[in-house]
Protein backbone atom coordinates (compact mmCIF):
# COMPACT_ATOMS: atom_id res chain seq x y z
CA UNK A 1 0.00 0.00 0.00
CA UNK A 2 2.97 2.47 0.61
CA UNK A 3 4.48 1.21 -2.47
CA UNK A 4 1.71 2.38 -4.05
CA UNK A 5 0.88 5.79 -2.42
CA UNK A 6 4.99 6.52 -3.57
CA UNK A 7 3.90 5.70 -6.87
CA UNK A 8 0.63 7.84 -7.02
CA UNK A 9 2.88 10.64 -5.58
CA UNK A 10 5.24 10.02 -8.33
CA UNK A 11 2.54 10.13 -11.49
CA UNK A 12 1.50 13.38 -9.68
CA UNK A 13 5.01 15.03 -9.54
CA UNK A 14 5.77 14.00 -13.23
CA UNK A 15 1.87 15.17 -13.89
CA UNK A 16 2.52 18.77 -12.60
CA UNK A 17 6.29 18.93 -14.02
CA UNK A 18 5.21 18.27 -17.58
CA UNK A 19 2.10 21.25 -17.17
CA UNK A 20 4.81 23.43 -15.65
CA UNK A 21 7.09 23.10 -18.48
CA UNK A 22 4.71 23.27 -20.93
CA UNK A 23 3.68 26.18 -19.24
CA UNK A 24 7.44 27.89 -18.96
CA UNK A 25 7.90 27.34 -22.65
CA UNK A 26 5.89 29.62 -23.73
CA UNK A 27 5.93 31.94 -21.76
CA UNK A 28 9.85 31.66 -22.43
CA UNK A 29 8.73 32.27 -25.97
CA UNK A 30 6.87 35.48 -25.88
CA UNK A 31 9.13 36.73 -23.76
CA UNK A 32 11.58 36.77 -26.26
CA UNK A 33 8.88 37.84 -28.64
CA UNK A 34 8.34 41.04 -26.94
CA UNK A 35 12.13 41.70 -26.53
CA UNK A 36 12.53 42.08 -30.50
CA UNK A 37 12.67 45.35 -32.27
CA UNK A 38 10.70 44.62 -34.44
CA UNK A 39 7.66 43.30 -36.00
CA UNK A 40 9.16 41.24 -38.49
CA UNK A 41 11.73 40.04 -36.08
CA UNK A 42 8.54 39.02 -33.11
CA UNK A 43 7.14 36.91 -36.15
CA UNK A 44 10.38 35.51 -37.19
CA UNK A 45 10.79 34.20 -33.39
CA UNK A 46 7.82 32.99 -33.02
CA UNK A 47 7.41 31.19 -36.36
CA UNK A 48 10.82 29.81 -35.54
CA UNK A 49 10.03 28.55 -31.89
CA UNK A 50 6.63 26.80 -32.72
CA UNK A 51 8.40 24.44 -34.70
CA UNK A 52 9.96 23.54 -31.29
CA UNK A 53 7.02 23.30 -29.52
CA UNK A 54 6.40 19.81 -27.80
CA UNK A 55 2.52 20.14 -26.45
CA UNK A 56 -0.83 21.22 -27.98
CA UNK A 57 -0.93 23.17 -25.15
CA UNK A 58 2.62 25.62 -26.34
CA UNK A 59 1.52 25.37 -30.19
CA UNK A 60 -2.27 26.58 -29.76
CA UNK A 61 -0.72 29.47 -27.55
CA UNK A 62 1.93 30.35 -29.70
CA UNK A 63 0.42 29.81 -33.14
CA UNK A 64 -2.70 32.59 -31.40
CA UNK A 65 -0.20 35.03 -30.33
CA UNK A 66 1.65 34.70 -33.79
CA UNK A 67 -0.94 35.10 -35.77
CA UNK A 68 -2.62 38.21 -33.86
CA UNK A 69 1.52 39.88 -34.38
CA UNK A 70 0.41 38.93 -38.42
CA UNK A 71 -2.86 40.45 -38.17
CA UNK A 72 -1.00 43.99 -36.32
CA UNK A 73 1.58 43.92 -39.04
CA UNK A 74 -1.50 43.73 -41.66
CA UNK A 75 0.29 39.81 -43.23
CA UNK A 76 -3.65 38.53 -43.16
CA UNK A 77 -3.10 35.88 -45.25
CA UNK A 78 -0.08 34.35 -42.89
CA UNK A 79 -2.46 35.20 -39.92
CA UNK A 80 -5.63 33.69 -40.93
CA UNK A 81 -3.39 29.90 -41.40
CA UNK A 82 -1.77 30.84 -37.73
CA UNK A 83 -5.11 31.06 -36.53
CA UNK A 84 -6.53 27.89 -37.90
CA UNK A 85 -3.43 26.44 -37.26
CA UNK A 86 -4.18 27.11 -33.17
CA UNK A 87 -7.78 25.50 -33.33
CA UNK A 88 -6.30 22.77 -34.65
CA UNK A 89 -3.93 21.70 -31.24
CA UNK A 90 -7.01 21.16 -28.93
CA UNK A 91 -6.12 22.07 -24.64
CA UNK A 92 -7.72 20.09 -22.31
CA UNK A 93 -10.01 22.06 -19.29
CA UNK A 94 -7.82 20.96 -16.87
CA UNK A 95 -4.46 22.45 -18.64
CA UNK A 96 -6.27 25.71 -18.96
CA UNK A 97 -7.32 25.53 -15.40
CA UNK A 98 -3.72 24.70 -14.27
CA UNK A 99 -2.31 28.41 -16.20
CA UNK A 100 -2.99 30.46 -12.83
CA UNK A 101 -2.36 34.39 -13.16
CA UNK A 102 0.01 35.09 -10.30
CA UNK A 103 -0.99 38.49 -9.06
CA UNK A 104 2.58 39.83 -9.71
CA UNK A 105 2.16 38.74 -13.25
CA UNK A 106 4.70 40.00 -16.21
CA UNK A 107 3.82 40.45 -19.92
CA UNK A 108 4.30 37.14 -20.86
CA UNK A 109 2.06 35.54 -18.70
CA UNK A 110 -0.65 37.80 -19.26
CA UNK A 111 -0.52 37.12 -22.97
CA UNK A 112 -0.78 33.50 -22.05
CA UNK A 113 -3.31 33.62 -19.88
CA UNK A 114 -5.56 35.88 -22.39
CA UNK A 115 -4.56 33.71 -25.61
CA UNK A 116 -6.08 30.76 -23.43
CA UNK A 117 -9.10 32.81 -23.06
CA UNK A 118 -9.54 32.39 -26.91
CA UNK A 119 -11.87 29.47 -27.56
CA UNK A 120 -11.74 27.26 -30.99
CA UNK A 121 -14.50 29.54 -32.27
CA UNK A 122 -12.90 32.52 -31.58
CA UNK A 123 -10.17 31.36 -33.29
CA UNK A 124 -12.11 30.63 -35.95
CA UNK A 125 -13.65 34.04 -36.64
CA UNK A 126 -10.31 35.61 -36.24
CA UNK A 127 -9.46 33.40 -39.26
CA UNK A 128 -12.09 34.40 -41.22
CA UNK A 129 -11.53 37.96 -40.46
CA UNK A 130 -8.40 37.85 -41.43
CA UNK A 131 -9.27 36.19 -44.82
CA UNK A 132 -11.85 38.84 -45.38
CA UNK A 133 -8.93 41.33 -44.68
CA UNK A 134 -6.45 39.15 -47.65
CA UNK A 135 -9.40 39.25 -49.91
CA UNK A 136 -9.58 35.87 -49.83
CA UNK A 137 -13.95 35.57 -48.95
CA UNK A 138 -13.80 31.85 -50.58
CA UNK A 139 -11.10 31.04 -47.72
CA UNK A 140 -13.27 32.71 -45.33
CA UNK A 141 -16.47 30.89 -46.12
CA UNK A 142 -14.76 28.09 -45.48
CA UNK A 143 -13.89 28.50 -41.82
CA UNK A 144 -17.30 29.38 -41.22
CA UNK A 145 -18.81 26.45 -42.91
CA UNK A 146 -16.80 24.24 -39.76
CA UNK A 147 -17.80 22.98 -36.40
CA UNK A 148 -18.02 26.50 -35.43
CA UNK A 149 -21.96 26.78 -36.29
CA UNK A 150 -22.72 24.54 -33.93
CA UNK A 151 -22.12 27.54 -31.29
CA UNK A 152 -24.72 28.21 -28.24
CA UNK A 153 -22.65 31.46 -27.90
CA UNK A 154 -25.41 34.18 -28.90
CA UNK A 155 -22.04 36.90 -29.97
CA UNK A 156 -20.54 34.08 -32.08
CA UNK A 157 -23.60 33.60 -33.70
CA UNK A 158 -23.82 37.37 -34.23
CA UNK A 159 -20.55 37.60 -35.98
CA UNK A 160 -20.85 34.49 -37.90
CA UNK A 161 -23.92 36.31 -39.25
CA UNK A 162 -22.09 39.75 -39.82
CA UNK A 163 -18.97 37.78 -41.50
CA UNK A 164 -21.49 35.79 -43.72
CA UNK A 165 -22.75 39.42 -44.52
CA UNK A 166 -19.33 40.64 -45.67
CA UNK A 167 -18.48 38.00 -47.30
CA UNK A 168 -21.50 38.38 -49.46
CA UNK A 169 -20.80 41.83 -50.54
CA UNK A 170 -17.38 40.34 -51.61
CA UNK A 171 -19.04 38.14 -54.36
CA UNK A 172 -21.71 40.71 -55.23
CA UNK A 173 -21.38 40.67 -58.95
CA UNK A 174 -24.06 43.32 -59.95
CA UNK A 175 -26.58 45.52 -58.52
CA UNK A 176 -29.32 42.63 -57.74
CA UNK A 177 -26.84 40.88 -55.17
CA UNK A 178 -26.39 44.05 -53.53
CA UNK A 179 -29.47 44.95 -53.02
CA UNK A 180 -30.40 41.50 -51.24
CA UNK A 181 -27.27 42.29 -48.92
CA UNK A 182 -28.88 45.50 -48.14
CA UNK A 183 -31.98 44.12 -47.33
CA UNK A 184 -30.42 41.65 -44.89
CA UNK A 185 -28.45 44.42 -43.32
CA UNK A 186 -31.80 46.26 -42.43
CA UNK A 187 -33.40 43.50 -40.99
CA UNK A 188 -30.30 42.66 -38.69
CA UNK A 189 -30.45 46.03 -37.55
CA UNK A 190 -33.72 45.55 -36.29
CA UNK A 191 -33.14 42.78 -34.73
CA UNK A 192 -32.17 41.75 -31.10
CA UNK A 193 -30.26 39.16 -31.62
CA UNK A 194 -27.35 41.23 -33.70
CA UNK A 195 -26.84 43.65 -31.09
CA UNK A 196 -23.59 42.87 -30.79
CA UNK A 197 -22.52 43.83 -33.98
CA UNK A 198 -24.72 46.64 -34.50
CA UNK A 199 -22.48 49.19 -34.75
CA UNK A 200 -20.69 47.25 -37.78
CA UNK A 201 -24.14 46.70 -39.28
CA UNK A 202 -24.82 50.24 -39.19
CA UNK A 203 -21.50 51.08 -40.40
CA UNK A 204 -21.68 48.57 -43.59
CA UNK A 205 -24.92 49.87 -44.20
CA UNK A 206 -23.86 53.33 -44.66
CA UNK A 207 -20.44 52.23 -46.70
CA UNK A 208 -22.01 50.40 -48.99
CA UNK A 209 -25.53 51.84 -49.60
CA UNK A 210 -24.76 55.68 -48.71
CA UNK A 211 -27.01 55.53 -45.86
CA UNK A 212 -27.22 58.75 -43.96
CA UNK A 213 -29.65 57.42 -42.12
CA UNK A 214 -27.32 54.16 -40.89
CA UNK A 215 -25.09 57.29 -40.41
CA UNK A 216 -26.89 59.05 -38.00
CA UNK A 217 -27.97 56.19 -35.77
CA UNK A 218 -24.25 54.92 -35.59
CA UNK A 219 -23.50 58.16 -34.07
CA UNK A 220 -26.37 58.79 -31.89
CA UNK A 221 -26.18 55.10 -30.48
CA UNK A 222 -22.14 54.32 -30.13
CA UNK A 223 -20.70 57.49 -30.62
CA UNK A 224 -17.62 56.92 -29.02
CA UNK A 225 -17.09 53.72 -31.60
CA UNK A 226 -14.26 53.56 -34.16
CA UNK A 227 -17.10 53.36 -37.05
CA UNK A 228 -18.65 56.70 -35.73
CA UNK A 229 -15.64 58.45 -36.22
CA UNK A 230 -14.98 57.07 -39.68
CA UNK A 231 -18.55 58.46 -40.36
CA UNK A 232 -17.54 61.87 -39.14
CA UNK A 233 -14.44 61.79 -41.00
CA UNK A 234 -12.44 61.78 -37.85
CA UNK A 235 -10.60 58.50 -38.71
CA UNK A 236 -10.09 56.29 -42.11
CA UNK A 237 -10.87 52.86 -42.70
CA UNK A 238 -7.84 50.67 -42.73
CA UNK A 239 -6.47 50.24 -46.57
CA UNK A 240 -7.31 46.40 -46.57
CA UNK A 241 -8.71 44.27 -49.66
CA UNK A 242 -11.61 43.89 -47.94
CA UNK A 243 -13.12 47.05 -48.28
CA UNK A 244 -11.94 47.78 -51.48
CA UNK A 245 -13.57 45.04 -52.93
CA UNK A 246 -16.93 45.29 -51.92
CA UNK A 247 -19.60 46.52 -54.24
CA UNK A 248 -21.21 49.97 -53.41
CA UNK A 249 -23.69 51.84 -54.39
CA UNK A 250 -22.41 55.65 -54.35
CA UNK A 251 -19.57 56.83 -52.02
CA UNK A 252 -20.33 57.31 -48.29
CA UNK A 253 -16.70 58.57 -47.49
CA UNK A 254 -16.99 61.20 -50.30
CA UNK A 255 -20.51 62.73 -48.72
CA UNK A 256 -18.99 62.86 -45.45
CA UNK A 257 -18.88 65.99 -43.97
CA UNK A 258 -16.12 67.93 -46.44
CA UNK A 259 -14.74 70.33 -43.02
CA UNK A 260 -14.40 67.18 -41.04
CA UNK A 261 -12.47 65.39 -44.05
CA UNK A 262 -10.22 68.44 -44.60
CA UNK A 263 -9.76 69.03 -40.87
CA UNK A 264 -8.94 64.90 -40.75
CA UNK A 265 -6.35 65.80 -43.36
CA UNK A 266 -4.65 68.45 -42.42
CA UNK A 267 -4.45 66.81 -38.82
CA UNK A 268 -2.83 63.94 -41.05
CA UNK A 269 -0.39 66.56 -42.82
CA UNK A 270 0.63 67.72 -39.42
CA UNK A 271 0.96 64.90 -37.23
CA UNK A 272 3.49 63.21 -40.40
CA UNK A 273 5.23 66.71 -40.02
CA UNK A 274 5.65 66.64 -36.46
CA UNK A 275 6.57 63.06 -36.28
CA UNK A 276 9.73 63.99 -39.19
CA UNK A 277 10.98 66.02 -37.21
CA UNK A 278 11.20 64.12 -34.35
CA UNK A 279 12.58 61.47 -36.08
CA UNK A 280 9.79 59.21 -35.57
CA UNK A 281 8.37 58.55 -38.71
CA UNK A 282 11.76 57.69 -41.01
CA UNK A 283 10.43 57.25 -43.94
CA UNK A 284 8.91 59.87 -44.93
CA UNK A 285 12.01 61.34 -44.27
CA UNK A 286 14.37 58.66 -46.18
CA UNK A 287 11.70 57.53 -49.14
CA UNK A 288 9.86 59.46 -51.36
CA UNK A 289 5.75 58.70 -52.22
CA UNK A 290 5.95 57.97 -55.63
CA UNK A 291 2.05 57.73 -55.84
CA UNK A 292 -1.03 57.73 -54.37
CA UNK A 293 -3.51 54.05 -54.55
CA UNK A 294 -6.90 55.19 -54.19
CA UNK A 295 -8.65 52.00 -54.46
CA UNK A 296 -8.08 48.00 -55.17
CA UNK A 297 -11.08 46.14 -56.90
CA UNK A 298 -11.92 42.76 -58.23
CA UNK A 299 -13.76 44.05 -60.89
CA UNK A 300 -12.30 46.62 -63.33
CA UNK A 301 -15.70 48.28 -63.88
CA UNK A 302 -15.52 49.51 -60.15
CA UNK A 303 -11.84 50.80 -60.90
CA UNK A 304 -13.40 52.80 -63.65
CA UNK A 305 -15.81 54.10 -62.17
CA UNK A 306 -14.09 55.72 -59.40
CA UNK A 307 -11.52 56.91 -62.21
CA UNK A 308 -14.73 58.89 -63.31
CA UNK A 309 -15.47 60.12 -59.94
CA UNK A 310 -11.94 61.44 -59.37
CA UNK A 311 -11.73 62.91 -63.02
CA UNK A 312 -15.12 65.01 -61.88
CA UNK A 313 -12.84 66.57 -58.74
CA UNK A 314 -9.88 67.31 -61.17
CA UNK A 315 -7.83 64.30 -60.09
CA UNK A 316 -5.70 62.58 -62.99
CA UNK A 317 -5.93 58.74 -62.37
CA UNK A 318 -5.17 55.66 -64.21
CA UNK A 319 -5.63 51.81 -63.46
CA UNK A 320 -2.58 49.11 -62.71
CA UNK A 321 -3.17 45.65 -63.04
CA UNK A 322 -2.13 43.14 -60.03
CA UNK A 323 -2.12 39.64 -60.57
CA UNK A 324 -1.87 37.83 -56.90
CA UNK A 325 -0.45 34.55 -55.84
CA UNK A 326 -3.80 33.04 -54.85
CA UNK A 327 -4.07 33.93 -59.28
CA UNK A 328 -6.50 36.72 -58.86
CA UNK A 329 -6.43 39.79 -60.77
CA UNK A 330 -7.00 43.20 -59.25
CA UNK A 331 -7.14 46.57 -60.36
CA UNK A 332 -5.56 49.66 -58.85
CA UNK A 333 -6.43 52.91 -58.93
CA UNK A 334 -3.51 55.27 -58.56
CA UNK A 335 -3.04 58.92 -59.15
CA UNK A 336 0.64 60.11 -59.34
CA UNK A 337 2.24 62.37 -56.27
CA UNK A 338 2.54 65.78 -57.23
CA UNK A 339 5.74 67.88 -57.24
CA UNK A 340 4.78 69.58 -53.84
CA UNK A 341 4.21 65.94 -52.33
CA UNK A 342 0.88 66.70 -50.90
CA UNK A 343 -1.66 64.56 -53.15
CA UNK A 344 -2.47 63.02 -50.35
CA UNK A 345 -3.96 65.61 -48.24
CA UNK A 346 -5.71 67.00 -51.74
CA UNK A 347 -7.27 63.66 -52.46
CA UNK A 348 -8.41 63.21 -48.75
CA UNK A 349 -9.80 66.71 -48.86
CA UNK A 350 -11.70 65.75 -51.73
CA UNK A 351 -12.91 63.06 -49.67
CA UNK A 352 -11.13 59.91 -50.68
CA UNK A 353 -9.63 57.19 -48.92
CA UNK A 354 -5.71 56.73 -50.16
CA UNK A 355 -2.32 55.60 -48.98
CA UNK A 356 1.11 56.50 -50.23
CA UNK A 357 3.29 54.05 -52.37
CA UNK A 358 6.67 54.55 -52.11
Not at 114 to 141: F, H, P
Not at 310 to 337: C, T
Request: net charge positive.
Amino acid sequence: MKKNKIIFLSLILIFLSTELFAQSFCVEVISGALKKDSLEETILHLSTNVEKAKTNFDKRIIFSFLGSIQEQATKFKEASASFAKAVSFSVTQTEINSFVLPKDANSSQKIVYNMLKKTSSILVLDAVRCSLNAGDSKNAEIYLNSSIRNSKDEKIIAKIKLYEIWCRLCNAENDSELEEVVLLLKAYSKMKSMEPELPSVLFTLWYVNCDDEAGKELIKRFPNSIESSIVLGNSQIMPTPFWFFVKRNGNALVKASDAKAKNFAEKQSSNIQIASNNKVEEKTTTEKVKRQQVGLFGKKSNAEGLIQRLKEKGFSAYIEEEIRPSGNKYFLVIVDENEKGDMGMLLKTAGFDCYPVY
